[in-house]
Nanobody, 127 residues
C-alpha cells in the first residue's frame, strides 16, 4: 500500500522560510516521479515542483511562480521528499500535497497524471 505523509507546514511571515517533508512508503520503483502540489481556497490544485527518483536522474521542474525561491530534493535512502521554500509570499498560502506518479508525469505536473497523494500540510504566509 502506497502512503505519502507530509509534514513541516505552519505559519510564517512574508519573506520567511519553511521546509516541507514527505515520507513515502510502499512505492518501490526507483524510476518514478514525486512532486509537490498546492491548493488555495477556491482555486484549483496546481503543480509546484517535481523530481525524478531514479539514481541516474536529477531533473527537476518548477512552476514559474516558485522558480528561484523553492527547491525540491529527495533522499532515496530515507524515502523522503523535501520542499525548501524561501522568500515566502502571502500568495504561497495553500495546502501543500506530495504526490507520486510514473516518470513521464514530471515534465508537465498535471494533477490527473498523479495516482498517489498525501493528505497535505497547511502553509500560511502572513504580511
Amino acid at each position: 500500500q502506497v502512503q505519502l505523509v507530509e509534514s513541516g507546514g505552519g505559519s510564517v511571515q512574508a519573506g520567511g522560510s519553511l521546509r516541507l517533508s514527505c515520507a513515502v512508503s510502499g512505492y518501490t520503483s526507483n524510476n518514478n516521479c514525486v512532486a509537490w502540489f498546492r491548493q488555495a481556497p477556491g482555486k484549483e490544485r496546481e503543480g509546484v515542483a517535481s523530481i525524478y527518483t531514479g539514481g541516474g536522474y536529477g531533473n527537476t521542474y518548477y512552476a514559474d511562480s516558485v522558480k528561484g525561491r523553492f527547491t525540491i530534493s529527495r533522499d532515496n535512502a530515507k524515502n523522503t521528499l523535501y520542499l525548501d521554500m524561501n522568500s515566502l509570499k502571502p500568495e504561497d498560502t495553500a495546502r501543500y500535497y506530495c504526490a507520486a506518479a510514473p516518470i513521464y508525469a514530471c515534465t508537465f505536473l498535471r494533477t490527473a497524471d498523479f495516482r498517489y497523494w498525501g493528505e497535505g500540510t497547511q502553509v500560511t504566509v502572513s504580511t
